[in-house]
């Protein structure tokens, strides 16, 4: 990959640091693949109370784009027949049980990869040692499902790729983190991305900052680092050039920046058309593939994939038809207004598709409101839908020292404004938030029985 700044980079970066300034984000890495030629340029500080400027060498956390990094390095397990996409996981990890019987026999890493496991992420207190991702494996003997195997689409934060990755070091002996090097980063010649944060170049790392207002503007948030737990869903940290490494794997059916294959073009195809449908298709995308959302854009297939820690977020864009791939890290948010007005920005530049807006609320829908009234939660998560006269409304209960550090009301109310009979907007309740969407199905037995917000499902309670 060659860098070749477009004309118009200046006019680029000074509306991103308008719009970081607009948010309250300390600063953001942007990395354009077009043609093969990268431009790259950062905007803003990496903490706010260095002051210290961001550069394109800048390295962020990247949070669940870890988890296409990890599908990848199973990919090649699939490509040298040490794994099966179909195969049961008891297949490789003999005593692996979880509450449901059926689950415990059947679920597969197809399952795993496309987040329709449906099981319960209730792993414990499986520490930071190296033995951690063992440790979950063990402790979800007990772990129920939140939905039948296969049943629905609902994201695993962290569990569905941890045991991933240990079928992954029971094969190769190795622990994770070293799999993640040996087997892609050294291979590919990324020297600024790595999986544990004792790599990290301090001198060169962002800073993770939150907001609670406008006002007071961004705080270093409190929590450094991810726990190790997340690492094969969320532990890798980058730059943006090395993010667009492995949007160029994704663009040349597997082969690396400096000319490495790194998996077969068999295994990159069916990373990318191995989809099963998300509830919610508006927010992320329509279907999800193996460690990729599928979008849409206008008749334009997208590649997406996404990722979050307390105060750091990666997105990155992949047109194929375009030959196109937009990264963009960040040390402040999510904002998903933000985001869409960078890449809307950048597309427009390169003549290319810009995203979808989000629909228009329909109403002259009639729906029958009782049938989506109910609770509908997760541990630590609880939404409450309810009716007044013809509109719906959800109320979510904050955990409460969440609130009281993020300076908001434990329980916060939205109105619900339908789109379709499963799919509604909702609209922020506060300044620092950008409209949510969200799905509300399956309607067995008559009344709801999901809440499908963010990738996340939530069953009635």
Not at 216 to 231: H, N
Not at 387 to 406: C, I, S
Not at 417 to 429: C, G, K, N, R
């Amino acid at each position: 990959m060659t860098t070749s700044p477009p004309a118009d980079v200046p006019r680029i970066k000074a509306r991103v640091t308008e719009l970081l300034t607009e948010s309250g984000i300390p600063s953001a890495a942007i990395g354009i693949l077009h043609h093969g030629q990268i431009t790259e340029f950062a905007c803003g500080i990496t903490d706010v109370e260095t002051g210290e400027p961001a550069t394109p060498d800048t390295v962020y956390q990247c949070g669940s784009m870890t988890k296409t990094w990890t599908a990848l390095a199973f990919l090649q397990h699939v490509d040298e027949g040490t794994v099966d996409l179909d195969a049961p996981v008891r297949a490789y990890l003999p005593d692996f049980t979880v509450a449901d019987p059926v689950a415990s026999a059947e679920v597969t890493p197809r399952h795993l990869l496309n987040h329709t496991n449906g099981i319960e992420e209730d792993y414990g207190e499986p520490g930071d040692d190296d033995d951690v991702y063992e440790r979950m494996v063990a402790n979800i003997a007990d772990a129920p499902q939140v939905f039948p195997l296969g049943h629905t689409h609902g994201y695993s934060v962290a569990l569905g790729y941890a045991i991933l990755a240990r079928i992954m070091e029971v094969i190769d002996g190795e622990r994770w983190d070293d799999i993640m090097r040996n087997r892609l980063f050294d291979p590919m010649g990324l020297t600024s991305t790595s999986t544990r944060r004792e790599h990290v170049d301090e001198t060169r790392a962002a800073t993770g900052h939150v907001i609670r207002s406008l006002e007071e503007g961004p705080i270093v948030t409190p929590v450094d680092y991810l726990p190790r737990a997340f690492g094969p869903s969320g532990a890798v940290t980058s730059t943006a050039r090395e993010v667009l490494a492995l949007a160029h794997l994704l663009l040349t059916e597997g082969t690396a920046p400096n000319g490495q294959r790194i998996v077969s073009a068999g295994s990159v195809r069916e990373m990318m058309r191995s989809r099963v449908p998300v509830p919610d298709p508006y927010l992320l995308g329509q279907e999800w593939a193996l460690g990729l959302i599928v979008g849409d854009w206008h008749g334009e297939t997208v590649y997406a994939t996404d990722g979050s820690t307390i105060g750091q977020n990666a997105r990155l864009r992949v047109l194929p038809d375009s030959d196109i791939a937009i990264a963009m890290l960040t040390n402040g948010g999510p904002r998903d207004s933000v985001y869409r007005a960078v890449f809307n920005e950048i597309l427009s530049h390169l003549n290319a598709v810009t995203i979808p807006d989000l629909p228009a609320p329909n109403p002259a829908l009639n729906l029958d409101l009782a049938r989506y009234e109910g609770c509908y939660g997760r541990p630590g998560t609880r939404y409450e839908v309810w009716a007044e006269g013809r509109k719906l409304f959800l109320t979510l209960d904050l955990e409460p020292t969440q609130a009281e550090f993020l300076h908001r009301p434990s329980r916060i109310t939205y109105e619900l404004l339908p789109v379709s009979e499963t799919q509604f907007l909702m609209p922020p309740a506060d300044p620092l938030e950008d409209t949510q969407t969200l799905a509300i199905y399956d309607f067995t037995g008559g009344a709801a029985r999901y809440l499908h917000t963010n990738g996340r499902v939530n069953p009635r309670l």
